[in-house]
């Protein structure tokens, strides 16, 4: 009998990473989420609450701590860390905050969330994803390459830098057998789209929102035995949006 695989989720509670869990337990996976939500009941997923791990990533000492619980509850073996966590704050009315009006305190939360957890995830689990010949895929996103008319600064530039990491860390953790990819989503129908997306789409060549399991399909394939020879890749989900 074949081993059940697992998998460790940041940012499981809406949208892609939502997606991402129904995807994964379909193929018969262990999901353990982290988010910074409580496990929520209508996430119905087979022993979804005591996979669960409530994590504050934007807190470096509870993002440490939390990886002593997830060895705690992974037994030595993880095939799988998907870093898709990431905040997006925004200015009053729902304002972009761009580089002029986004406080210091604003790009630490935001680069601790969607930057600094990652690494820290990364190397705390290197052993349990060697163990595996495992897969890493960080969720990056189309503002890391331009400016984006809704996603702020520290937002735009935290995702170039997960994308800069990919790269170095698709260097550092090859030697132990681990793959280590990007996705970089355009704009896909989730709850952290902003007013006005509708003029987007009509620019997209496709001519739609991406929807969370196109996403969820991006990342199932690098971390299934599909992409073997893969690392180091950013792949871009954005019906062309990037063209």
């Not at 002593?68 to 200015?91: C, D, F, M, W, Y």
């Not at 010949?133 to 702020?152: D, E, M």
Request: net charge neutral; hydrophobic share 40%.
């Amino acid at each position: 009998m074949s081993e059940q695989k697992t998998l460790v989720l940041t940012g499981a509670s809406r949208g892609i990473g939502h997606a991402t869990v129904k995807r994964f337990s379909a193929e018969g996976w262990r999901v353990l989420t982290c988010s910074r939500q409580p496990f929520d009941p209508r996430c119905p997923w087979p022993g979804g609450e005591a996979n669960h791990i409530e994590i504050d990533l934007a807190d470096p000492n509870k993002t440490i701590a939390a990886i002593e619980t997830i060895k705690q509850k992974v037994g030595g073996r993880i095939h799988a860390l998907v870093n898709n966590a990431g905040i997006s704050p925004k200015g009053p009315g729902g304002a972009r905050l761009n580089t002029l009006t986004t406080d210091l305190r604003t790009w630490g939360h935001v680069f601790h969330v969607n930057f600094f957890s990652s690494v820290i995830l990364a190397r705390g689990l290197q052993e349990e994803l060697a163990a595996t010949k495992g897969s890493i895929v960080n969720v990056t996103s189309i503002a890391g390459v331009r400016v984006h008319p809704f996603a702020g600064a520290a937002y735009a530039t935290s995702k170039a830098a997960l994308a800069a990491l990919t790269r170095e860390m698709a260097h550092d953790f090859g030697p132990l057998g681990v793959r280590v990819n990007a996705i970089a989503p355009g704009e896909v129908e989730t709850a952290i789209l902003s007013p006005g997306t509708d003029r987007i789409v009509e620019q997209l060549p496709m001519r739609r929102l991406g929807q969370p399991r196109e996403v969820a399909d991006a990342i199932w394939f690098l971390c299934s035995d599909q992409s073997s020879y893969i690392s180091g890749a950013e792949i871009e989900v954005n019906g062309a949006q990037h063209v």
